[in-house]
């Protein structure tokens, strides 16, 4: 048999000008058209030993979704994602799929070749389902066990990503499941972080309704710890919890100036853009405009805060942060499109202090310049600060986004509840707790993370909670030395 020539040429998804999309927040990536979706799968080599799907949290079934749609077989695409994967149009947008799934491909390891966009792919297929679920609406697969009762009650704390997918599942296993939200909105990060420029709102929306479609119940404005306690959610009868809390305290630094007017966190920053529609003047959420706009740190949230504020109308917006462009935490297309975009980087600086006028407001950032030394504990080169090259960043506005920290209020809460150094769940294998019925994961497990691992505990954790119910759960084998 003729071997099938390899298409080493990734293929391209159409984008909104760099320069149009800054005066807007409609989505940057316009994601695949039918034939280009056609084009893209027929690259897949179809592999029997599946790297990819060893390199997915999720485990979703990817050469056999890629096959489907190279069929033209949509709608069994997507039911075949959604085998494993609940969220598949979030997932298609903002998981680091060039660190995980396509990072193994093999059509990646072929000289001269790029990995097939699987990303772009699930994308596709899960907007193809948004599209067409009037006429051809996608059944999920609902694997009820009849072994349990309906009338067994959990409770999942935290509507993100984590609490999202273990609702999900444990509906799907028929459980009589309540989520418990403390925002009047459910999707945790995807909904207060997560720009509507990379994740329309309304996308989040229709993909946690398919939640609901299959049972599951929502009460937001209710948190967990002031609220209700867990015991009296176990007094209304709930058998199992499930804590997806997530880290979004957020974290500031220790240099003179920080209480000055315009020094904010990019949690607070963001919430007020994404959440309370800051950018839209039909809302009357106030949020600071700065000029001159200094976001401080690499990861996804100062991207995110970066191009928000170009959006927002800032004449100059700038990352400041104190490793190279090697060391970047953020995913490489973001800071693509920052860069598109014209956002400055102001690589291996680090601020000494926030300079303010006599009214209290931000008018410089004095920085001073770094170099790498060697690896920390993290596996990068340290920074380390050069004396005497310290100057002053013209600025009116700082974000702080430097990471984030556990959300205290359930687990503080919550007596027994064993929690590590850094205010973590501390969870075993089974993403049990220390109180039995008590399981946890996500952002409040591991610190802040991505979605997909998110995902992949929500998803564990509701395989042993299903177990727990049934009196079938095993220690986990290290407990049991
Ligand atoms: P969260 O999403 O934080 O959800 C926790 C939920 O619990 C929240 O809704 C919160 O309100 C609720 N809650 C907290 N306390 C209580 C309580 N006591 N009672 C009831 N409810 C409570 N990851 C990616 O993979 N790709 C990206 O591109 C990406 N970009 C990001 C951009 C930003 C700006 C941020 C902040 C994060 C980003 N991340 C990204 C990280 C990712 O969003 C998180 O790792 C993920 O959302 C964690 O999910 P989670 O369910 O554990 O927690
Ligand atoms: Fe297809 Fe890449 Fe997975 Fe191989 S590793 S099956 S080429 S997606």
Request: glycine residues 8%; negative net charge.
């Amino acid at each position: 048999m003729a071997k099938k020539k390899l298409n080493k040429v990734r293929t391209l998804m159409s984008e909104q000008d760099a320069q149009e999309r800054i005066h807007n927040f409609n989505e940057v990536a316009l994601g695949y058209t039918k034939e280009q979706a056609l084009l893209e799968a027929s690259r897949c080599i179809q592999c029997k030993n599946q790297p990819c799907v060893a390199g997915c949290p999720v485990e979703v079934a990817i050469p056999d979704f890629i096959a489907l749609i190279a069929e033209e077989r949509f709608e069994d695409a997507l039911s075949k994602v959604k085998e494993t994967n609940v969220l598949p149009a979030i997932c298609g947008r903002v998981c680091p799929q060039e660190t995980q799934c396509e990072e193994v491909c093999a059509m990646g390891r072929v000289k001269g070749s790029s990995p097939v966009a699987i990303g772009r792919l699930e994308r596709f297929v899960a907007d193809w389902g948004m599209a067409h679920e009037d006429e051809a609406p996608v059944e999920d697969e609902q694997d009820i066990d009849t072994k349990v009762s309906k009338k067994k009650k959990v409770a999942i704390i935290g509507a993100g990503p984590a609490g999202l997918t273990c609702a999900g599942e444990l509906a799907k296993f028929g459980y009589d499941v309540t989520i418990f939200e403390a925002l009047h909105k459910t999707g945790g990060v995807l909904v207060y972080g997560i720009p509507e420029f990379r994740l329309p709102k309304e996308i989040v929306r229709k993909e946690i309704s398919m939640l609901t479609d299959l049972g599951v119940k929502i009460k937001v404005n209710t948190i967990i710890g002031k609220l209700f306690t867990v015991d009296d959610l176990r007094e209304m009868e709930f058998e199992a919890f499930f804590a997806g809390v997530g880290a979004g305290l957020p974290a500031f630094l220790n240099v003179p100036g920080m209480e000055y007017n315009g020094v904010l966190s990019a949690n607070e920053y963001l919430t007020r853009v994404n959440l309370m529609k800051a950018y839209d003047s039909d809302y009357d959420t106030p949020v600071d405009k700065g000029q001159r706009v200094a976001v401080l740190g690499g990861g996804n949230v100062a991207m995110d805060s970066a191009r928000t504020a170009l959006r927002l109308g800032a004449e100059k917006s700038m990352i400041v942060y104190r490793r190279s462009e090697k060391e970047l935490p953020a995913r490489h297309e973001e800071y693509e499109h920052a860069v598109e975009e014209g956002v400055e980087f102001h690589l291996l600086r680090n601020p000494t202090e926030i300079l303010g006028d006599e009214d209290g407001f931000v008018k410089g950032m004095e920085v001073i310049k770094m170099e790498l030394g060697e690896l920390d504990d993290s596996g990068r080169r340290r920074p380390i600060a050069r004396p005497g090259t310290e100057y002053v960043l013209d600025t009116d506005m700082v974000i702080v986004a430097i990471g984030a920290r556990a959300n205290p209020v359930m687990t503080k809460n919550t007596p027994g509840l064993k929690l590590n150094q850094w205010n973590y769940i501390e969870v075993d294998a089974n993403m049990q707790t220390s109180i039995p019925d008590i399981f946890a994961g996500g952002d409040i497990v591991t610190g802040a993370a991505t979605v997909i691992s998110a995902m992949g505990a929500g998803r564990k954790a509701a395989e042993n909670m299903h177990k727990y119910l049934r009196g079938e759960l095993e220690p986990p084998i290290e407990d049991e030395e």
